[in-house]
């Protein structure tokens, strides 16, 4: 993957960096971690802008977000609740918690969002209860592009200054990531193991 990602952001430059930040947002498996860096060293050796690989990776980044944000609005909350009904256990979501959670974000949707697209697999996930709750999309937009544009500037940033030694930005971010996403994975399995219809 490496190596299909330094080829990609080599050839196609800017165009390149927005599609494989919005495969990340669409396919959680390919990490922004690895990606920005890799960006910012590209405009470290002259090859790019480091301002336009930022606004590029965010431009993709929010593309891709926007995906699961109409996927969301789609859906809808009465769409899910059935959902939950039928398949509650697997979505670790009883139909009333649908009600709880559309509170919880009404109340903290601002920093939800901005927040949310700092996180690992949290960062593809936030856009669909923004989508469900059908958040203005102007509202969806701005919280959510300086969210993604903080990160995608301190990624980029690192691999900037850090020039051939970028790999140590993955290294330090990817297991952090992993951390992350592990308390996920169990979280998620005591939730469905605990499960009572």
Do not use: C
């Amino acid at each position: 993957m490496f190596d299909w990602i330094v080829r990609l952001i080599e050839a196609s430059g800017y165009l390149g960096v927005a599609l494989l930040m919005f495969l990340e947002n669409v396919f959680p498996p390919i990490p922004s971690e690895l990606i920005m860096p890799l960006a910012g060293f590209s405009a470290a050796k002259g090859t790019l802008h480091i301002g336009g690989v930022i606004l590029a990776g965010t431009a993709g980044s929010l593309a891709g977000g926007l995906v699961w944000f109409w996927i969301g609005y789609a859906i809808g909350p009465d769409r899910l609740k059935k959902f939950a009904k039928r398949h509650g256990r697997w979505l670790t979501l009883h139909p009333d918690e649908v009600d709880q959670a559309r509170a919880f974000f009404k109340r903290h949707k601002a920093m939800a969002l901005f927040a949310g697209r700092l996180l690992p697999t949290i960062r593809t996930l936030i856009s669909v209860p923004a989508g469900i709750e059908r958040l203005p999309l102007s509202t969806f937009l701005l919280w959510s592009s300086l969210g993604t544009a903080l990160w995608t500037t301190l990624l980029a940033g690192a691999g900037y200054l850090l020039q051939s030694q970028y790999q140590l930005v993955s290294e330090w971010v990817n297991p952090v990531s992993n951390v992350i996403v592990a308390a996920l994975v169990v979280w998620y399995i005591y939730r469905v193991v605990r499960f009572h219809p």
